[in-house]
């Protein structure tokens, strides 16, 4: 077999195999978020309920701020904690918002411009209205904080 048409069809098996694994990488990103968003229709109390469970840590310095801020600016839509509310709006201590996915910038920009849905079902986020760089900054800390006390890095 020419050698060209080897290595061709070795590359062609790799973006094969690489897209399968994308694909069902997604997709199980897709089910998971499905099924923590919607609330049973038979259990339509659910909604509201809490989608995960956190350890909370003792807060120190900057995420002690950052707490109040996000009680009064976040816990609303997220919860308490950070942990999510069924049929409302996701958890912020999840692997989907790990520093190396989504950095503080992206909460920076999710907080000032809203952001678009695209790993969970609840529909877009609007800005917060009012938000300032300052809060934004400790309630990054505040929720780092969390996730690292969920093992979550």
Known sequence: ???NLRIGIAVLALVGFGALIYSSNSKQARQIAASATQAPATQASAVGRAIVEVKVPEFEGKAVLGQLAYVAKCAS???????GQVGVAPPLVHKIYEPSHHGDMAF??????G???HHWTFGNMPPVDGITDAEVGTIIAYV???QRANGIY
């Open 108 to 113: 920076v920009m999710a907080a000032k411009n």
């Open 77 to 83: 839509c997220h919860g308490e904690n950070a942990v």
């Open 144 to 146: 780092r904080t969390l």
């Open 1 to 3: 077999m020419d050698k």
């Open 115 to 117: 952001v678009r849905s």
